[in-house]
């Protein structure tokens, strides 16, 4: 299977995100991807409202979560968005990656302990099913819960490399959802994850990974290093280790680096360009042309 590409939505306010989404489309991209972002500091649109705006105004590119954080909501809410979602995507175009975030991903702002985070992760995977399904739910508080209209389960990506994570997604997940990892570390989680999966006599999940890049139309020396840089201020990590850890180059040479992830077993990847969004989205169609050539019928916007 040829390796999708996808984009992740430009995340600052100034930014159309109808305009994006057809430009995503126009390039012949995959996916159109998004985080979840709630009180970080960062400016950011929210994710849900986002995705559920490119769905809206597109057909037939997929649209996905990278991930989505459903402990930072009641679990009847998250299982709520999430089932308008599909049907606002027509059932079956939504990927949905779920992760847990970290101590600053805003759980202080919605008065919730960050330390309850992977046991209300936990949770809400065993509720989804039977939400989405609109079946009377038993919540962990003990009230009831029936949503509708019912909805059907999406594929579940499940984030994270801790432990933890990787025990919930060879649980839960269709697939697990790398970030920022170099093609041999995903090779090595995928051998933990196979036999974790075996324990729950589950397939082991299939492979996606979100990552950092920077494209630019003609060969440039600095490019790499200037990616690599923008990703040790943002995570706080070496730029040596950053350097490991992007793509960059003209889309001849990010096509050759991407192709290491597919080589790895990578079937999705979601890309956060630097610099200009739509000069970048232009280049990654480009990038995707080279990895999969011809591989998805062309899609259109939305007539609606």
Aim: proline share 6%; charged share 20%; glycine share 10%.
């Amino acid at each position: 299977m040829p390796v999708e590409i996808g984009i992740f939505l430009p995340g600052a306010a100034d930014e159309e995100i109808r305009e994006a989404a057809y430009h995503a489309v126009d390039a012949e991209l995959d996916a159109i991807w998004s985080g979840d972002h709630l009180a970080n500091g960062v400016p950011s649109l929210d994710g849900m409202l986002a995705l559920a705006t490119a769905a809206a105004v597109t057909e037939c590119i997929d649209i996905g979560f990278a991930v989505y954080l459903p402990a930072l909501r009641p679990h009847v809410c998250a299982a709520k968005q999430i089932a308008t979602l599909q049907h606002l995507t027509g059932g079956d175009r939504l990927h949905l990656g779920i992760g847990v975030g970290d101590h600053d991903s805003g759980y202080a702002a919605v008065g919730l302990d960050a330390a309850t985070r992977g046991r209300r992760t936990d949770e809400f995977l065993q509720l989804l099913p039977s939400l989405l399904a609109g079946e009377p739910t038993t919540l962990p508080h003990g009230a009831t819960a029936q949503l509708a209209p019912a909805a059907a389960v999406p594929p579940l990506w499940i984030g994270g490399s801790a432990p933890a994570a990787l025990r919930r997604a060879a649980r839960f997940g269709d697939g697990w959802f790398a970030e920022l990892h170099t093609p041999e570390e995903v090779r090595t989680h995928a051998a933990v994850l196979s036999e974790l999966a075996e324990q729950h006599d589950r397939e082991a999940p299939r492979l996606a990974i979100a990552i950092q890049g920077s494209l630019v139309e003609r060969p440039d020396d600095r490019v790499h290093d200037r990616c690599a840089e923008n990703l040790a201020a943002s995570f706080g990590i070496p730029v040596d280790d950053a350097r490991d850890r992007v793509v960059a180059g003209t889309p001849e040479q990010v096509a050759e680096q991407l192709a290491t992830y597919a080589e790895a077993g990578v079937e999705k990847i979601a890309l956060a360009v630097d610099g200009d969004w739509h000069d970048s989205c232009d280049l990654l169609g480009q990038v995707r042309q080279i990895l999969a050539p011809g591989g998805r019928p062309k899609c259109a916007r939305s007539s609606k």
